[in-house]
């Protein structure tokens, strides 16, 4: 879970970046969860830092929208892969999924 300022997940992907660089480059990586990247920023940083490449996107050209649950606005939720293949990456139905959590779930087939 990303901060809410932007100077703090500049620092957060930062740090996410320079963690995986420790990483053999051939391990596979799997990194999802909340980066409160409403203006799509993540994307180009973990690419470049990390060579990480965000499922929805490559899969549709686009981040997936999932807050708020009820009725999705913003593409605040993310699952980033490298050296892992992809199927079938989709948005879970609104229902009952708005009910525990804020947040609409994200999933995808990942075949590390």
């Known amino acids: 879970?990303?901060?809410?300022?932007?100077s703090h997940r500049r620092k957060q992907l930062?740090?996410?970046?320079?963690?995986?660089?420790?990483?053999?480059?051939?391990?596979?990586?799997?990194?999802?969860?909340?980066?409160?990247?409403?203006?799509?920023?993540?994307?180009?940083?973990?690419?470049?830092?990390?060579?990480?490449r965000e499922v929805f996107v490559q899969a549709f050209g686009r981040a997936v929208r999932t807050f708020p649950a009820s009725m999705p606005l913003l593409a605040l939720d993310r699952i980033y892969v490298r050296n892992a293949a992809v199927h079938s990456p989709l948005a879970l139905p609104r229902k009952p999924w708005d009910q525990l959590s804020d947040h609409a779930p994200l999933a995808a087939e990942i075949l590390l």
């Not at 879970?1 to 932007?6: A, C, P």
């Not at 990586?29 to 690419?47: E, K, P, Q, S, T």
């Open 14 to 52: 930062a740090r996410v970046c320079e963690l995986l660089s420790t990483f053999p480059g051939e391990e596979p990586v799997v990194l999802a969860g909340d980066f409160n990247d409403w203006r799509h920023r993540a994307h180009a940083i973990l690419h470049r830092g990390a060579g990480l």
């Open 1 to 6: 879970h990303l901060g809410l300022q932007e």
